[in-house]
């Protein structure tokens, strides 16, 4: 996956410093104006001119026209005239580090690029739960599925459940269940060949006991089949597209007759040379060259892309429900991955309420998604309009979560 392969950069790798706005990089205790801006509220709704944003601590208490909302007499002010403000965007799989160190680290470095809430998808061991009813300043919340369930895979990590029989792929998920994870992890994949495949006779069961005790299970799969399975099974999310063919009718209208199941594309690496010099800036010159190497034109690649693009083009044009998924640990790996499912087929706007309010949505985080009175002032200010060019959302002037502005004058892994 282009994700894992960019999340080979060293965890020391410097990230940028871009130029900041030039207002407090640590909010206000009281209220706050942000007007002026272009306002994406991250619902579909088409984006509002010249808005205001009334911030009150953590959360947003009116948005919208300027000319349809009365300012708080004595509130600080900040102009964003010129600027377009959106939600932050939600990872709903990632790969996160092991260890609390370096797990607030990764979580600082994904809020830094405009990201407020990760979800680590079944390769956490449970000493990192606690985490995830913290709130750290500057950090993205974290979510997780703990200890994913697979077959055995020796030579693969040891962390998730290695299942061999029903009665173990039950007893993993009620041990799920007692610490709560946010959703179970499961892997339908012979690793190119090497492993057997977890079988339908295991996966049944552990979505009926997730169900039974009100968790839902996403699903790591490559093959058309084993979605079709899956779906029969009851599956609530796809944490990947399928990847092997191009989907079948039968495929299509097993989709369309579950409204409530969610894929997330986790698209591969589109396999042509892209313009890499957004991220010049924020790596170590090495680093960058690393990834300057590999950003070449693969035939074999773009072919690999081309199937999962079409199966996404399809899926979303039935109005399949959508969110965003990198894999792996590169905190900035959601703005390219959000240009591809543009190159896929989806409009800007389409991909940014998949990235906000449906992904919030799916992890069930009700006060955040969207910019709107009640919710978490979560918000991204950028420097020219995603809805123009997707590519846009990298272009970030602040960040500001929970009320509070990230300090971007700061490389992330300083923090």
């Known amino acids: 996956m282009r994700h894992v392969r960019l999340a080979a950069v060293t965890a020391s790798a410097f990230i940028g410093v871009f130029t900041a706005l030039s207002f407090s990089a640590h909010g206000q205790t009281g209220i706050t104006v942000f007007e002026g801006a272009r306002l994406i509220v991250g619902d579909g709704s088409a984006p509002v001119e010249n808005a205001i944003l009334v911030v009150e601590g953590a959360r947003v208490v009116q948005a919208g026209n300027a000319a349809d909302i009365r300012v708080p007499a004595g509130t600080a002010r900040v102009n964003l005239a010129g600027k377009t403000v959106m939600p932050m965007l939600i990872n709903t799989h990632a790969h996160l580090s092991s260890t609390r160190e ?124 084993d979605a079709k399975g899956l779906m029969r099974a009851g599956l609530d999310a796809f944490a990947h597209g399928v990847r092997d063919q191009d989907i079948d009718d039968e495929t299509m209208a097993m989709f369309k007759a579950r409204p409530n199941l969610i894929l997330t594309p986790n698209l591969p690496d589109r396999g042509v040379k892209t313009d890499l010099e957004w991220l010049r800036a924020s790596l170590p010159a090495a680093e960058f060259e690393k990834l300057e190497a590999a950003n070449t034109d693969r035939p074999a690649a773009q ?113």
């Open 102 to 225: 370096r797990l607030i680290q990764d979580l600082r470095q994904h809020a830094y690029y405009g990201v407020s809430a990760v979800v680590s998808l079944g390769q956490d061991n449970y000493d990192l739960l606690p985490l995830r009813t913290e709130s750290v300043p500057g950090a993205a919340r974290f979510l997780s599925a703990g200890r994913g369930i697979t077959m055995p895979e020796p030579g693969r990590l040891t962390t998730p459940y290695w299942i061999t029989s029903e009665a173990e792929a039950r007893k993993a998920v009620q041990e799920l269940a007692e610490r709560k994870v946010d959703i179970v992890k499961i892997w339908v994949d012979t690793r190119g060949g090497a492993y057997t495949k977890l079988p339908p006779e295991f996966y049944g069961p552990i979505v009926d006991e997730a169900h039974q005790r009100g968790l839902r299970v996403t699903a790591h799969i490559v093959n058309m089949e």
């Open 303 to 415: 072919q690999f892309f081309g199937i999962q693009a079409r199966n996404l083009a399809k899926l979303n044009a039935a109005g399949v429900r959508i969110t965003l998924g990198t894999d792996g640990n590169t905190p900035w790996a959601a703005h390219p991955e959000m240009a591809d499912m543009v190159a896929a087929g989806m409009t800007p706007m389409q991909v940014i309420v998949a990235a906000t309010r449906n992904s919030a949505e799916f992890l069930r985080i009700a006060d955040t998604g969207t910019l709107q009175a009640g919710k978490s002032a979560d918000f991204i200010v950028l420097d020219a309009n995603p809805l123009d060019d997707i590519t846009n959302t990298r272009r970030i002037a602040a960040v500001y979560l929970r009320g509070v502005a990230v300090d971007r004058a700061t490389p992330a892994t300083a923090k």
